[in-house]
């Protein structure tokens, strides 16, 4: 064996072990790295913006009186946000909310009531969130987000508002998962999030195709200082038409949100 075919040879060996070895060791991940996909998403396009029907409109508009419940009572800073429940006698379907900063009040027909709205005031920004129910039923809890300031008059208004459909796609770029057996372990691109096991045993195994989804269960969590998007992924198995949520983590991550609109997931991490 001539020296050029030694030196060949030589590196063609040493290329190798140097492959092997990151395989190994380079990713920190193992061999899960290797299998990462990304989540799939069920929402197929942006929701409709909140709408009341005519009639809740005209209600609305030839109102005496309004039937509300509480939703924040922000005494300190003079902000409570209320829901509708009825406009004189005529039930408003889960539509209507009044804001009121100091003496004046706002009132917003469109935006949907129903299933357990939220609200947080964020005093050193003069913003208030607001958490709607975009999509709701049986294992499906979709809201949407509105961020509502307030002008020189305290007459509140919509400055932003956040579609599901957008924060789901932006996961679906990001939020990752590997399958070992039972073993469902999520990733935020690289970094591992958590893992999970699944205990059910009579559903044929999971899909082939698409296991693990997105977009049934999209929420908030508007208790600290900023929001945070709360979403809990769903696994699909060769029986049954609908995704399964037993054993799954809750996952959440802070977003931001600026005037053009453009949101920010912050870090996914599990919901604690």
């Known amino acids: 064996m001539n020296y050029e075919m030694k030196g060949m040879l030589a590196t063609a060996l040493i290329l190798c072990g140097l492959s092997a070895f990151f395989t190994s ?4 991940k193992g061999s899960s790295a290797d299998r990462i996909s990304f989540v799939a998403g069920t929402l197929e396009e942006p929701l409709p913006a909140d709408a009341a029907p005519s009639q809740i409109s005209e209600a609305f508009a030839n109102a005496e009186r309004f039937h509300p419940y509480d939703v924040m009572s922000d005494s300190a ?14 039930p408003t379907d889960g ?3 009044v804001v009121t900063k100091g003496a004046v ?29 975009a999509m709701w039923g049986t294992g499906v809890q979709v809201d949407r987000l509105y961020q509502i300031r307030f002008d020189e008059n305290d007459s509140a208004y919509i400055a932003n508002t956040i579609d599901p459909y957008i924060l789901q ?33 009579d559903m044929g195994g999971f899909d082939d195709e698409h296991p693990v ?5 999209i929420t908030y969590d508007l208790t600290g200082a900023a929001p945070r998007l709360i979403v809990t992924p769903g696994v699909k198995f060769i029986v049954g038409l609908v995704l399964t949520y037993d054993d799954m983590p809750t996952l959440a991550a802070p977003i931001t949100i600026v005037d053009d609109r453009t949101v920010t997931i912050g870090d996914i991490d599990e919901y604690k």
């Open 213 to 217: 989804w997105i977009g049934e269960q």
């Open 77 to 90: 800073n003079a902000i409570h946000v209320a829901a509708i429940s009825d406009v004189d006698t005529t």
């Open 25 to 28: 060791c380079g990713s920190g």
């Open 95 to 97: 539509h209507g909310f």
């Open 105 to 133: 009040s706002t009132t917003f027909v469109d935006l949907c009531n129903a299933r357990a709205p939220m609200a947080a005031y964020d005093k050193d920004n003069d913003v208030l969130w607001l958490s709607c129910s």
């Open 169 to 201: 796609q932006q996961l679906c770029q990001r939020l990752g998962y590997s399958i070992d057996g039972q073993e469902i372990t999520l990733w935020d691109g690289e970094r591992k999030i958590a893992t999970a096991t699944n205990t059910l045993t």
